[in-house]
């Protein structure tokens, strides 16, 4: 299947700075990837929808100017947390479509996640 | 909002008995719906994927589903103490392009 790859895999890092998490698609192009984060004991949710050449679309609550979402390439999208917290510590993944299915809900092959943990 | 509501568990189950998973949506808009098995500090691994009424079989996994009245299932037969693990329900938003909507996952053990 479909491979989804994120770096770094775990960082920490001090109150107050950037952190840079990269999603790359391997084998696959996709115009779509999307960036969830889980807290501790609970579910996944969704932070943004990443779009090839065009701005990223937040969901509700989600500060946009402190998530910065660049999809820059058909196979890389970054998500910069500027200015972290400690309660911005959390797991963040992304995930991209099945390119090759065109059913609605299609599968989301989800990449390895990011643990960031802000001191 | 649009919600996915699921027991968080701890269900207990023991090894080699079906363990049966169950999640409700609200959005009637979904048309598709997942099952993700997520170890702990892992990201979702696919399950099973579902989009018409009935029953999907794929191994020791069956998933089902009911729209009219909002509701997913997931039955694991023969289960393994390796199936261990917190299941996550998920129905697609809008037309699939809107990424997913996850329920907070049941946490089922399987015991030897």
């Known amino acids: 299947g479909a491979v989804v790859s994120q770096h770094p895999s775990r960082v920490i890092c001090k109150s107050g700075t950037s952190v840079k998490i990269e999603c790359r698609s391997l084998?696959?192009?996709?115009?779509?990837m999307f960036w969830y984060r889980q807290f501790p004991k609970q579910s996944l949710m969704l932070m943004a929808t990443?779009?090839?050449?065009?701005?990223?679309?937040?969901e509700q609550g989600v500060e946009k100017d402190k998530f910065l979402i660049n999809h820059a390439s058909l196979t890389l999208s970054t998500l910069t947390v500027t200015s972290a917290h400690p309660e911005d510590s959390s797991f963040y993944i992304c995930?991209?479509?099945?390119?090759?299915?065109?059913?609605?809900?299609?599968?989301?092959?989800f990449g390895p996640g990011t643990r960031l943990t802000v001191l | 909002q649009k919600e996915v509501e699921q027991n968080s568990g701890p269900l207990s189950v023991p090894e080699g008995a079906i363990a049966s998973l169950n999640c409700t949506y609200s959005?009637?808009?979904?048309?598709?719906f997942f099952w993700y098995r997520q170890y702990s500090g892992k990201s979702p691994e696919l399950i099973m994927s579902?989009?018409?009424?009935g029953d999907k079989e794929d191994g020791r996994f069956t998933a089902q589903l009911n729209k009219a009245s909002q509701y997913v299932s997931l039955l694991i037969r023969d289960s393994q103490p390796s199936d261990s693990a917190t299941y996550l329900c998920?129905?697609?938003?809008?037309?699939?392009?809107?990424?997913?909507?996850f329920g907070k996952g049941t946490h089922l053990i399987i015991q030897p």
């Open positions: 995930s991209a479509p099945n390119p090759t299915s065109s059913l609605l809900g299609d599968t989301q092959y």
């Open positions: 084998d696959f192009q996709a115009t779509t």
């Open positions: 990443s779009n090839e050449g065009s701005k990223a679309t937040y």
């Open positions: 959005d009637r808009v979904s048309q598709s």
């Open positions: 579902i989009y018409s009424n």
């Open positions: 998920a129905a697609a938003r809008g037309g699939g392009a809107d990424g997913l909507t």
